[in-house]
Antibody, heavy 126, light 108 residues
Framework: QVRLVQSGAEVKKPGASVKVSCKAS????????MHWLRQAPGQGPEYMGM????????TYAQEFQGRVTMTRDTSTSTAYLELSGLTSEDTAMYYC???????????????????WGQGTLVTVSS | EIVLTQSPGTLSLSPGERVTLSCRAS???????LAWYQQKPGQAPRLLIY???SRATGIPDRFSGSGSGTDFTLTISRLEPEDFAVYYC?????????FGQGTKLEIK
């Protein structure tokens, strides 16, 4: 079955960067877009952006433009999220989530999410 | 940006009851691009419904979705103990993709 396994919790100081990984298994990695979302305590999820694992192209939500970078390593079926310029407002659970659309070329995604990784807690504190 | 407003914020119910959760959009959600998720404490959200009314793989048929335009509902026909959780709606009609603030179902 499809499984997304994320890296462990991180504690960072304000101004630092964090890089979270998401290892996919159970399907062909390059055939589905991967999305990243985050969820602050007590809040609903917030969409951050997506990457096409086939060619590495990315689309970022406007709120994160300029300080988010999404990459992938097709040899290990792993997607990465890097967020820079961290503040206490970035303290949240970060999730990767697979797009359900099968993509064999071009732009093809639906932007709902199934399944999700288990989450990576990022805490920003001085 | 499409803002999704869920109501009520919290519902206290008993197992076996029927429940309807509401999700209202600030503007029309085109192509019925609306999904529902369930989230239990300490877990990631789980997809229940997509395209307004299609059940995701493995989701029991007591869960159903309906609606169109700006008003959408998730109905659970008969609550099981494992259904007590937080439920979120999400649209994917246009960027930015947004979620509602959630409805919490708690045991009465």
């Amino acid at each position: 079955q499809v499984r997304l396994v994320q890296s462990g919790a991180e504690v960072k100081k304000p101004g630092a960067s964090v890089k979270v990984s998401c290892k996919a298994s159970g399907y062909t990695f390059i055939t589905s877009y991967m999305h990243w979302l985050r969820q602050a305590p007590g809040q609903g999820p917030e969409y951050m952006g997506m990457i096409n694992p086939r060619d590495g192209s990315t689309t970022y939500a406007q709120e994160f433009q300029g300080r988010v970078t999404m990459t992938r390593d097709t040899s290990t079926s792993t997607a990465y999220l890097e967020l820079s310029g961290l503040t206490s407002e970035d303290t949240a659970m970060y999730y990767c989530a697979k797009d359900p659309e099968y993509c064999d070329g071009g732009v093809c995604y639906m932007a709902y999410f199934d399944p999700w990784g288990q989450g990576t807690l990022v805490t920003v504190s001085s | 940006e499409i803002v999704l407003t869920q109501s009520p914020g919290t519902l206290s119910l008993s197992p076996g009851e029927r429940v309807t959760l509401s999700c209202r959009a600030s503007q029309r959600v085109s192509s019925d691009f609306l999904a529902w998720y369930q989230q239990k404490p300490g877990q990631a959200p789980r997809l229940l419904i997509y395209d307004v009314s299609s059940r995701a793989t493995g989701i029991p048929d007591r869960f159903s979705g309906s609606g169109s335009g700006t008003d959408f509902t998730l109905t659970i026909s008969r609550l099981e103990p494992e259904d007590f959780a937080v439920y979120y709606c999400q649209h994917y009609a246009s960027t930015p993709y947004t979620f509602g603030q959630g409805t919490k179902l708690e045991i009465k």
